[in-house]
């Protein structure tokens, strides 16, 4: 059975952007993540297809590779379902092949292993988890090394056979003249070896996909946009080979009364006239979760900024530096006011009309003295 072609397992044209394609990307594994899909029976071979796609068309240097030679650039376990985002590629796999060829003129190869795929997984957080750091479980779908075999891919766990076709070489020559063409082996698809009876459980594969339960430290003062490196978390490797790393991609949640910049955080405090007038205090909550006491300077405007130093958010890996808290001040007209009220809003209105006009006589005298 042939392989979906990479641009249509994602639904984007050939000529798209790496923007384009890991908005698909992300469109795409939130629909077909297994947690989602669990009366879909379809959805983890979908949704393994659609970061084995994403891990070709990714990186320019696989990218190129595929559009030029198709699924053909990765036999013989140079593509995305293997190497990962650190694999060697397949030019390594050029120098591999001619080194052997110095060495070992029969062409005799061991069996070749093959890292596991880096995975990544989208952890939404609140400001307050991100203020304090957490520890958070999450689950996650990967694959491991099937029991049943124990990463064989044989039946009862036996070991793969040498192949016949290419005498374990991994690949088939044809001499014509003075050239010789070779080409990966199409029986054992460039391994080397071959399953004689595979798998019935990972139909030959050696992993099958589980929920695998991790434990996240997460640190005080992150952000939006950050990742954390689980080394050796992600996908297995086969036959045997290394495991691919897990990357954790945070993003914290919009807060309803703090706005962040980086370290610094941003709120809206409206006070009362009197107060913003005659100078006072009030009292606010914190992202600690405590709360703390503004002074108010008299005469202060709508828009007035005060600055708290070390009231905003730690910084990443620092357990003594902090942010600062920016309040933006917001005067309150009175409502709903007594008649005693007005009547002394209104007197305050008079003497300050009067004042006032004093204040332009003045300047009007001042001004005809000047000119004579």
Known sequence: MSKPDYYNVLGVSRGASGPEIKKAFRKKAKELHPDQNKDNPNAEAGFKEVNEAYDVLKD????????????????????????????QGAFSDIFQDIFRDFMDPGGRTSQRSYRGSDLQYELNITLEEAYKGLQKRIVVPTQVACDSCTGTGAEGGAEPVTCSTCGGSGKTRIQRDFFRVETTCPSCRGMGRVIMNPCKTCSGEGRVYKNKTIEVEIPAGIDSGQRIRLAGRGEEGSSPGQAGDLYILIEVKDHNVFERSVNNLRCNVHIPMVTATLGGEVEI????????????????????????PGKGMPKLRSKSSYGDLLIDLFVQTPVNLTSRQKELLKEFGEISEQESDSDNKGLFKNIKEFWG
Do not use: C
Not at 62 to 87: I, L, S, V
Not at 285 to 305: A, L, M, N, W
């Open 60 to 87: 320019p240097r696989k990218k190129e590779m595929y559009d030029r030679f198709g699924h053909d650039a990765f036999q013989g376990g140079n593509g995305a379902a293997h190497n990962g985002f650190g694999g």
């Open 285 to 308: 909550k914190t992202i600690d979760g405590g709360r703390t006491k503004v002074k108010i300077p008299p005469e202060s405007q709508t828009g007035k900024r005060l600055r708290l």
